[in-house]
């Protein structure tokens, strides 16, 4: 059955650089910003897009939506179109990883490659039941409780004790944010299966998958690498959940071998309009 989708919203973007343009597209509950180490190592070859999805960040939340993959879907698209761009490299995070694949397997021709971080073909029962914990968390105990959860479930222990006041800054930020979209965001994700479709991808693709993520569990890089064909995994160990905040060089680093290697072996086209 067809997703109910509101009209497209337009989506702030940060728009840098010059090259192959790659849009990154964040997770649950987060904005563009989680990519900013990221960008920083990307910028010096590629055109990189990463805006803020409906409803985070500095996006609007439109009245009603359900925040539908086809919602989200609609978002992109329309970013694509604004910045005059034919097909990107689509790298998502969590929520962002399944909604980049989502675009690949319904828009495969706006899909020049496909980079899963953290993602999954389907949502499990583990993986739902860590959002219901996070959200009777914050309604029973309080937005410090629910802070304090997020840092165990979605962090590697070391990395966050090397970074105790990025902890702190977490613990604040959730006291003003509005869950709200969040929330609805997680609601359409519970339901996401894309297992039978997901052979059907004939895109370049990169699986990036952490060992020690306690949200998607680290088997399904695997189930993924062996559902798409021809598809590439990058496995890190000591890594939990927020890879792109926990290893941003490496997390560059396999996003730039990926793309090379794919547009030499298609040519090097390009990927935006003049």
Known sequence: MPEDALPPVDLPCRDEGEGPTLALLHGVGLSHSIWNPVVRELVPKFRV????????????????????????EGDVLRLLDTKRVDSAYLVGHSGGALLALRLALDHPQRVRGLVMISGAAYTDSHTRAISQRWTDTYEKDGADAFGLRLLKDLYYPDWIEAHLDFADQVR??????????????????????????????????????????????????????????????????ETGHMVPLERPKETAEAIRSFVRGAEERRGGAPTSAA
């Open 49 to 72: 897009l990463a805006p803020d999805l409906r409803g985070h960040g500095k996006s609007p939340t439109p009245e009603g939506s359900t925040f539908s993959f086809a919602e989200l």
């Open 172 to 237: 604040a930020a959730v006291r003003h944010q509005d869950f709200g979209p969040a929330k609805r965001w997680s609601q359409a994700m519970s339901k996401f299966d894309e297992k039978a479709r997901v052979p059907t991808i004939t895109i370049p693709t990169l699986i990036v998958q952490a060992m020690d993520d306690q949200v998607v569990d680290a088997s399904h890089g695997r189930i993924l690498r062996q559902s798409i064909p021809g598809a590439q995994i990058r496995i890190l160990a």
